[in-house]
């Protein structure tokens, strides 16, 4: 029950958008975005829980579809420091030992 | 706070050596993790414990064996190394709260099996 990122790999120039897509085939009960840089460890970007509302933060925004099991995360006026993996960790319940099943990274590259 | 560390950043092992990978968090989280990444793919669940004293296998538990010392420390052993264990391995904790907590991850040992 991996959740399926789309797309694998995004290159942008700065100042562009982006959007990525996290897609479940199982009921979601949160998803948590992560970015990576290379050789660094993944680090929290935002949660959105069932029935929550859309987050953001700066330029950097995400929602959650409950009809499509999906969450997509926007990312506007690019920055160079955006340049990373981007994975997205799915939950299916609200259970005490929170499991996240990722997906497997959208890599984007900005470009100056 | 010094959040999630590990211990060793790098090792190189041998086919058939064990070693133990060290974690430990200082933000009183209840629940710890152990992930495995291999190049190009997402982040696999090797085991976790949802409080001290319980461990739980994740998806590709096959090869390790854990431990979760105390609240603060949770350590993965490979008891014999095989070259499909070369990865990176990221040890995570995480609160529990209701509805804002996520996962903070450690940064890594980069574990390579000759």
């Known amino acids: 029950q991996q959740p399926v990122q789309s797309p694998q790999a995004v290159i942008l120039r700065e100042g562009e958008d982006a959007v990525i897509n996290c897609s479940s085939s199982k009921a979601l009960y949160s998803v948590h975005w992560y970015r990576q840089k290379h050789g660094e460890a993944p680090v929290f970007l935002m949660i959105?829980?069932?029935?929550?509302e859309q987050k953001g933060h700066e330029k950097i925004s995400a929602s959650f579809n409950e009809k499509k099991q999906q969450s997509s995360l926007y990312l506007t006026a690019s920055q160079l420091s955006y340049s990373g993996t981007y994975f997205c960790g799915t939950q299916f319940s609200s259970g005490s030992a929170r499991q996240l099943t990722f997906g497997s990274g959208t890599q984007l590259t900005v470009l100056p | 706070n010094a959040g999630v560390t590990q211990t060793p950043k790098f090792q190189v092992l041998k086919t058939g050596q064990s070693m133990t990978l060290q974690c430990a968090q200082d933000?009183?989280?209840?629940?710890m993790y152990w992930y495995r990444q291999d190049p190009g793919m997402g982040l696999r669940l090797i085991y976790y414990s949802a409080s001290e004293g319980t461990t739980d296998k994740g998806e590709v538990p096959n090869g390790y064996n854990v431990s979760r010392l105390n609240k603060r420390e949770f350590s993965l052993r490979l008891e014999s190394a095989a070259p499909s264990q070369t990865s990176v391995y990221f040890c995570?904790?995480?609160?529990?709260?209701?509805?804002?907590?996520?996962?903070?991850f450690g940064p890594g040992t980069r574990l390579t099996v000759l």
């Open positions: 959105l829980l069932k029935g929550g």
């Open positions: 995570a904790s995480q609160l529990n709260h209701p509805n804002t907590d996520t996962q903070y």
């Open positions: 933000m009183n989280h209840n629940s």
